[in-house]
């Protein structure tokens, strides 16, 4: 089986920006260093800085969604409750 890609797409709301990015960028190390991750690579929009994207790639679903329900991840969402206008995740296979 291929490894996992996930596109994640976050939008902060306008007066948050700051809150939300800071907030993201202390998930890079901790999930880097989690079991099957081979990749946590965030980026923000250059025309719309309330859009930030992370990039990733994990060896298996499972280990994903371990990553889903840890702690640094709950305590993420905790720290965003009402900055985050909106969230889509896309699970996706690397074809070529």
């Not at 989690?34 to 790639?57: I, K, S, V, W």
Request: with cysteine.
């Amino acid at each position: 089986m291929s490894n996992l890609t996930i596109v994640a797409h976050i939008h902060a709301h306008p007066n948050a920006i700051d809150q939300v990015r800071a907030e993201l960028e202390k998930l890079i190390p901790i999930t880097r260093s989690e079991e099957g991750c081979l990749r946590y690579d965030l980026h923000q929009d250059n025309e719309d800085p309330a859009h930030f994207l992370f990039y990733e790639t994990w060896t298996s679903r499972n280990l994903w969604q371990a990553h889903m329900k840890a702690p640094h991840l709950a305590a993420y969402l905790q720290a965003t409750e009402g900055a985050v206008a909106s969230f889509t995740l896309h699970e996706m296979s690397h074809i070529a």
